[in-house]
């Protein structure tokens, strides 16, 4: 074992969903490992016969950073590696493995829906033993463990042969090169009626599905063309690219364009799908129709007993907090607890552990249920196809035929794109101070009947996280809602989400962005976002 001197580095604060930062930053020596001791260290000592699991989404700098990682988890005591060949694990599929194998926890490189390549993003993240994403908790105490590091171990070792699966010795540490994909498909398989699917498909329902030369591709084509029949090019940008093929690996209807286009084409096929670089996400698409995420987690809610895992009912949902209020309707209706978190998957883990909940759903193309701890894309493109085998109705029907039973929530998300960041700071402060004063005023003819900066007490084991976006709620339950993102690797990224309920069935054919216009005109009133941004116009709207 070598022991290797080190300085603190500033800045290895997890965000939203671990450590993210450019290539160039996590490729400096001693960067990677301050981080990876620092997450041990505060582990602590593990013991005997515990289990890491390793993998990531394949972008540049993959390998690398595996190799390092393995030679520091021998030195500090994991008995075994699980990594997936070739370095690939999906964010569930890691997720599928802490579990079935009862890992210790793991170690997932991503910087999932970021864009990857030399010149881009690497990230890093810690899942515990229950497949989650560490709680704040601990990813508090790995920062501030950061910040006080003066040395780490790893042992002098050769590189281990990633691409042959089975065991290599690395010191007392027995590495296991396993197939990424087969464990999660079966657990797939487990979950959803796989016959009903594939006589869906015989049928001659046409499906298709973007990888987006991310790390779904290898998992898509085990379950949908193979597991599922359906034809070969089913699923396109199959093969995972170290730069995604220069792309931005995130399911939306910017960079999602091949399959937008083919969707909202002639001819289009019955259903469309894609998933994000570590293939957490999902975005949902109809023949000519986008299911907003918010949406998709509340029809899935309100038809999971026609899938064989949630037949029995669900126990609870949970949505985080920016998310539409959609769910909330259906959980009402089915007289269960209907959660609201703060942004990011490591809220959910407390509800899922306990049963409270079997749904969670992100606005931001995230939906999964307790099947893992994460959210995750392909199980929600398989339970969509379920549901559309089982209703025999097309996803726009499936949706419409809810928003008449429910209402339909508008719902947009505006994001502001590499803003300057104290600009964005001076943004969000200003609209901290003016948050007390907004109660009972009126903007646009809608009257504010709370603002304030969303905190949340886990009522699991009662921690409390707070300043996770300003909110300003009307009377009538529209609301706005600005917080900065805790993703981004440059600048800030403003996000402003937006919200209106509409109960009346003849108005649910206005497009979204013309249903929501006051509402967008009244959060530039209040935030100044064009005049402290410089921006006249969002990044990306969705
Ligand atoms: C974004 C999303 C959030 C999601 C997170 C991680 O965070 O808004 O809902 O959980 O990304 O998703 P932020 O802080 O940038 O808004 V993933 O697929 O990037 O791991
Ligand atoms: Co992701």
């Known amino acids: 074992m070598r022991i290797v001197a080190t300085t603190p580095f500033d800045g290895q604060k997890p965000g939203t969903s671990g450590l993210r930062k450019k290539v160039k930053v996590f490729a400096q020596p001693h960067y990677l490992e301050n981080f990876v001791q620092a997450v041990f260290d505060t582990l602590g000592p593990v013991p005997a016969g515990a289990v890491l699991v390793v993998g990531g989404d394949g972008r540049y700098h993959n390998r690398t950073a595996i190799q390092t990682i393995l030679k520091m988890a021998a030195a500090h005591g994991f008995s075994r590696a699980l990594v997936g060949q070739g370095g690939i694990l999906s964010t569930p599929a890691a997720s599928c493995i802490i579990r079935k194998y009862q890992a ?47 040395e780490y171990r790893l042992v002098d070792a050769p590189d281990v042969d990633l691409d042959t699966l089975g065991e290599t010795q690395v010191d007392g540490l027995t590495v296991q090169v396993i197939d990424p994909v087969a464990d999660y498909a079966d657990l797939m398989e487990s979950l959803f009626d796989f016959a009903a699917i594939r006589s869906l498909i015989a049928g001659g329902f046409r499906l298709r599905f973007d990888a987006m030369h991310a790390v779904t591709g290898p998992y898509a084509r085990e379950i949908l063309e193979k597991r599922l029949g359906a034809p070969a090019g089913t699923v396109i940008n199959g093969m995972p690219l170290e730069d995604f093929g220069g792309g931005h690996p995130d399911p939306n209807l910017v960079y999602a364009e091949e399959l937008v286009a083919e969707m909202f084409g002639a001819n289009a096929p019955d259903f469309g799908a894609a998933s994000d670089g570590d293939g957490d996400r999902n975005m949902v698409l109809g023949r000519n129709f986008f299911v907003t995420p918010s949406d998709s987690l509340a029809v899935l809610a309100a038809n999971a007993t026609l899938c064989p895992a949630y037949a029995r009912g669900i126990a609870g949902v949970a949505r985080s907090m920016p998310t539409s209020g959609a769910a909330d309707r259906v959980a009402a209706r089915l007289g269960v607890p209907c959660f609201e978190t703060p942004t990011g998957w490591k809220f959910f883990g407390n509800l899922l552990d306990a049963g409270k909940v079997t749904l969670c759903g992100e606005e931001s193309f995230g939906t999964g249920s307790d099947h893992v701890r994460e959210k995750d894309g392909l199980w929600a493109v398989l339970m969509w196809l379920n549901v559309l085998a089982s209703r025999k109705d097309s996803v726009e029907a499936i949706v419409r035929h809810h928003w008449a039973e429910y209402g339909r929530n508008y719902y947009s998300r505006h994001d502001y794109e590499g803003v300057d960041s104290d600009a964005a700071n001076g943004l969000m402060a200003h609209l901290r101070a003016a948050a007390p004063g907004l109660a009972g005023t009126v903007l646009r003819g809608y009257t504010v009947a709370l603002c304030d900066d969303f905190a949340y007490t886990d009522p699991v084991d009662g921690s409390v996280s707070t300043a996770q976006g300003i909110r300003v709620l009307f009377t009538d339950g529209s609301r706005v809602v600005f917080r900065l993102s805790g993703t981004g690797t440059s600048g800030a990224t403003l996000r402003l989400y937006v919200e209106r309920y509409e109960a009346d069935a003849t108005r649910h054919d206005q497009p979204t962005q013309e249903a929501l216009a006051d509402l967008i005109a009244l959060a530039d009133d209040v935030a100044g976002i064009v005049a402290r941004t410089g921006r006249d116009a969002p990044t990306v709207i969705t």
């Open 104 to 150: 210790f926890g793991g170690l997932i490189l991503s910087a999932s829906h970021n864009p990857g390549g030399p010149e881009e993003d690497f990230g890093i993240k810690y899942n515990a033993g229950n497949g989650g994403p560490a709680p704040e908790a601990l990813t508090d105490a790995v920062y501030a463990r950061t910040r006080s590091l003066t």
